[in-house]
T-cell receptor, first 121, second 114 residues
């Protein structure tokens, strides 16, 4: 079974600084996707960034970038120029690739326990 | 385009009762997934519906059930509520975008069982 581990329950960063959130995963599948989701206190889960396992290039979305190390099964999120609005729970998630789909299922996300990020002004 | 909506947003029930939660996906999305979020267990997958059929199911007891209607709206039902069912229930809808899979989440329904 696939598992996702986030070893940092809480992190803190100074406004305008850079912070890296860690995530490791375990899978025997070769085709999969990895995601970082943000859940602010309002509770609406928002997709931050995604990475396809077959792509070697690390995904980047504005101030958010990932360090995807497939062999090490590591998928960390770097937030640059941190802003007060970045304060939230961050969840790392795994989803198997389309090659494993059956019965029309689009698959489910497997989440880590989350990292609570605080941003200090 | 309107996002995923969930009703009600908050609910208080008593042990032994049953509850029905509703989810309306983004227009055009045909897949709806449900997740339970608790402080102890984190986010756990409940089930997924696609074209009115359950396609995938997580490891939850039979007290948890769901269905999907022809307009893709989905409901989940929990019978014989237990204190441990207190949680935030999140619904997510998706529609394939090429080979990219994205789930868009609703705001959730906060269920408290007393």
């Amino acid at each position: 079974a696939q598992t996702v581990t986030q070893s940092q329950p809480e992190m803190s960063v100074q406004e305008a600084e850079t912070v890296t959130l860690s995530c490791t995963y375990d899978t025997s599948e070769s085709d999969y996707y990895l995601f970082w989701y943000k859940q602010p206190p309002s509770r609406q889960m928002i997709l931050v960034i995604r990475q396809e396992a077959y792509k070697q290039q690390n995904a980047t979305e504005n101030r958010f970038s990932v360090n995807f190390q497939k062999a090490a099964k590591s998928f960390s999120l770097k937030i640059s120029d941190s802003q007060l609005g970045d304060a939230a729970m961050y969840f790392c998630a795994y989803r198997r690739g389309e090659g494993y789909d059956y019965g029309g299922s689009q698959g489910n996300l497997i989440f880590g326990k989350g990292t609570k990020l605080s941003v200090k002004p | 385009k309107a996002g995923v909506t969930q009703t009600p947003r908050y609910l208080i029930k008593t042990r032994g009762q049953q509850v029905t939660l509703s989810c309306s996906p983004i227009s055009g999305h045909r897949s709806v997934s449900w997740y339970q979020q608790t402080p102890g267990q984190g986010l756990q997958f409940l089930f997924e519906y696609f074209s009115e059929t359950q396609r995938n199911k997580g490891n939850f007891p039979g007290r948890f059930s769901g269905r999907q209607f022809s307009n893709s709206r989905s409901e989940m039902n929990v019978s014989t509520l237990e204190l441990g069912d207190s949680a935030l229930y999140l619904c997510a809808s998706s529609q394939r975008q090429g080979v990219i899979y994205e789930q868009y989440f609703g705001p959730g329904t906060r269920l408290t069982v007393t």
